[in-house]
């Protein structure tokens, strides 16, 4: 018996690199393989779910999905939203994190309270920024008018819902972005910055020169991160829009759950994720090609 | 110091604290709004200073049996993290000693991956299954947030544990089992913590999974708040005082994690 057991245990130690990662590998098959291939197979099928059995028809959800004006309504408003709020997100970002880069009093606290907007629960901040949000009787118009500007329809309107939303992930993001770069400032040699300053080198010229080349590869990993949730922002938008008003701020994903979900078209909701799938892995090749090329 | 100087810094701390206001004041209205009457959360102007009432936080627990969705998050959350360790930590340990390339590549890919494209499949096969709106399914589908998370994080805590201790045990004697679990595992203790509590953060906030898949019976926080939303007339008070309860746990937790969690959230993307 003690035998048998020093034999299993010299088997798992000579193969270590097989039974330490196999319970991942199923479990990741179960969970994650098998339901991406799944979903593959379904946007190949015309099928409605609850309604008969899929009927395999190819291509063709795809072909209704380049003439389907709904289709390319939440594809542009997916490139508004992600471009300006992860421009945004980034820009503002840096800008705060280079403020922030010195020695003060209070400084753990200020980066204490950074952490909390994007460790919060989404669902529950969004509920607090649909109250703020109210044209009637939010605070954020009453913040308005106390510095004389007119009050805004924010989510009310076609024309303002996706900037309210842009500002609401801006709110959420931003500090992440902040603490990201710097603890990468924090890291960056000082070498080069006592020589501008003997030289006389300006603010900004110190920040074009100095700070933005070396930190860029900080700002590139930080935008990758970020770009993969918030192209598939789901939480924020659905719990205060939910899309509207009219569609105006429905991205692709979000057409692409109600497809399934609330319309109950499983063929064409799956060929419509896959396309969203497509653009997150095309962003994700792009943006490593790029950081390898700043690396370089 | 210099008046110039004085007045630098003087202007400098203005600065700081025009940036902690909004940060500041978003949770602050949350919490405002939970501590207000029905008519006054309807005021306009909005009231800064009333009298505080805590009957939203009682009709919470009272009416919407918020304590049994605050028991099911923490038991999904908190199964998620614990199956993640124990299935995870070997996992990563095994990715970064025999630098398994394709295997860390498989759970970028699962981090990558809209969450949507599981739902479908989930829900047809759990339907089949009777898995839904029970506990294991729920479990389940929050692994695939917990565990890439948790492997993720561990690959960079693990590379920081130096090699020379390892191979000293095994010159000791030690089995590659026994020198994970008596050497490794100890002096990776902090970014075990690290990453338990990042997990169950990020199951707990999860929504989407839960909105399709859960029921009366195992319903998470994120979704009964959000169903507040649905009972007809709009209870805001109601909504301030469950998102103050679903939130106040998750910042207790960020901020004991403070410190790492930047370098947490950025692991593995900083190496690629």
Redesign the interface.
């Known amino acids: 018996m003690k035998k048998f057991k020093e034999k299993i ?2 088997l ?2 000579k193969n ?2 097989i ?3 196999a ?3 199923i ?2 098959f179960i ?2 393989i ?3 291939i ?2 593959i197979y ?1 946007s190949l099928n015309k099928w409605r ?1 609850g309604l008969g059995d899929p009927e395999f028809i190819g291509f063709q959800n795809y072909f209704e999905a380049f003439a389907d004006p709904r289709f390319w309504n939440g594809l542009k408003v997916m490139v508004y939203f992600s471009g300006l709020s992860l421009s945004l997100e980034i820009a503002i970002g840096l800008l ?1 994190a280079v ?2 880069n010195r020695e ?1 009093k ?1 400084s753990s606290f ?8 994007f ?7 969004a ?6 949000l109210n044209p ?4 954020l118009n ?1 913040v308005l ?1 106390l510095f004389g500007l007119p009050p805004s329809l924010w989510i009310s309107s076609t024309s303002t819902v996706v900037l309210s939303l842009v500002m609401v992930d801006v ?1 959420k993001w931003t ?2 972005i902040t ?2 770069v710097l ?1 990468g400032l924090k890291s960056l040699p000082q070498d080069p910055y006592e020589a501008a300053i003997i030289d006389g080198a300006t603010v900004t010229q110190i920040f074009t020169y100095i700070t933005l080349p070396m930190i860029r590869p ?1 700002l590139i ?2 935008l ?2 970020r770009a ?1 949730d918030n192209l ?1 922002e ?2 924020i938008i ?2 205060i829009t939910q899309g509207g008003p009219r569609n105006a701020s429905e991205t692709l ?1 979000l057409y ?2 109600k497809t ?2 609330s319309f109950f078209n ?1 063929g064409y ?2 060929a419509l ?2 396309i ?2 497509l653009i ?2 095309l962003f ?1 090749v792009i943006m ?1 090609k790029v ?1 390898y090329r700043v690396e370089i | 110091m210099t008046r110039r100087k004085v007045i630098n810094k003087i202007l400098f701390y203005i600065g700081v604290i025009i940036l902690i206001i909004p940060p500041i004041f978003v949770f602050a209205w949350m919490i405002m709004t939970a501590l207000k009457t029905g008519v006054q959360n309807i005021e306009y102007p909005p009231l800064f200073i009333f009298k505080p009432t805590l009957e939203n936080f009682k009709a919470v627990f009272q009416q919407h049996n918020f304590f049994q969705y605050l028991i099911n998050s923490t038991i999904i959350a908190f199964s998620a993290t614990i199956i993640s360790l124990l299935v995870g930590l070997p996992a990563a340990y095994s990715i970064v000693r025999y630098n398994q390339k394709k295997l860390s590549m498989a759970i970028l890919i699962a981090r990558m991956t809209p969450f949507i494209s599981y739902l479908l499949p989930w829900y047809i096969v759990f339907r089949m299954l009777g898995l839904i709106d029970t506990f294991i399914g729920m479990i389940m589908t929050h692994l695939i947030i917990t565990l890439p998370m948790v492997i993720w994080l561990m690959i960079a805590f693990f590379e920081n544990v130096p090699r020379e201790l390892e191979e000293s045990a095994f010159i000791d004697g030690c089995s590659r089992v026994e020198t994970f679990i008596r050497i490794t595992i100890p002096l990776s203790m902090n970014g075990i913590f690290t990453a338990a509590i990042i997990s169950f953060i990020f199951s707990w906030n999860q929504f989407l999974f839960s909105l399709i898949l859960s029921g009366p019976r195992t319903r998470t926080v994120p979704v009964a708040v959000y169903n507040f939303m649905s009972y007809g007339k709009i209870d805001w008070g109601g909504i301030g005082a469950a998102a103050t309860i679903i939130v106040l746990p998750v910042l207790v937790f960020a901020f004991i994690v403070r410190k790492k969690l930047v370098e947490g959230l950025t692991a593995g993307a900083i190496k690629g």
């Not at chain 1, 009637?136 to 605070?139: A, C, E, K, T």
């Open positions: 245990s010299s798992i130690d270590l690199n039974f330490f990662p319970p991942t590998v479990l990741l969970i994650v098998f339901p991406i799944y979903n379904m779910i705060i403020y922030l003060f209070g200020v980066q204490t309270i950074y952490v909390f907007p460790a919060a629960t989404p669902v529950a901040i509920l607090v920024w649909r109250i703020m009637q009787i939010g605070v009453y008018s709110w500090p992440m603490l990201i603890a900080v990993t930080a990758t991160l993969l598939k789901f939480d659905y719990t994903y692409s759950y399934a979900f499983g909701g799956s994720i896959i969203v799938f997150v892995l994700n490593n950081r």
